[in-house]
């Protein structure tokens, strides 16, 4: 089993920063994949991005949204405790909403909250006109 644990939400101007930070324990290098995804009221579960978890090279994918303001990145130097963050950089009022992290045990590695089978329980972001 693998439990997430989101942090870094919070209020924010428009053209501001905020970094997500999800801490990922019990067995988390049993995951192939972990991303971010984000929910709006009254709106669908969306990827926001997505980073391979023991990928060499830490290839990761961006919602078309997001590509150039957002980015993505992971820490697992520990065994049993991984990390993932979300940089979030000239945040705009549509990025209101709560942000989730998620994992995936196996392939594909998409945006798509259904392939992931372990869910944060979220943290706010909100952004400010």
């Known amino acids: 089993q693998v439990q997430l644990a989101e942090s870094g939400g919070g209020l924010v101007r428009a053209g501001g920063s905020l970094r997500l930070s999800c801490a990922a324990s019990?067995?988390?290098?049993?995951?192939?994949?972990m991303a971010w995804f984000r929910q709006a009221p009254d709106k669908e579960r969306t990827g926001v991005a997505m980073i391979y978890t023991n990928d060499g090279d830490g290839r990761a994918f961006y919602a078309d949204s997001v590509k150039g303001r957002f980015t993505i990145s992971r820490d697992n130097t520990n065994l049993t405790h991984n990390a993932v963050y979300l940089d979030m950089n000239s945040l705009k009022p549509e990025d209101t909403a709560m942000y989730y992290c998620?994992?995936?045990?196996?392939?594909?590695?998409?945006?798509?909250?259904?392939?992931?089978?372990?869910w944060g329980q979220g943290t706010q972001v909100t952004v400010s006109s």
């Open positions: 019990g067995r988390p290098y049993t995951r192939l994949c």
């Open positions: 998620a994992a995936s045990r196996s392939p594909p590695c998409t945006l798509v909250a259904k392939y992931y089978d372990a």
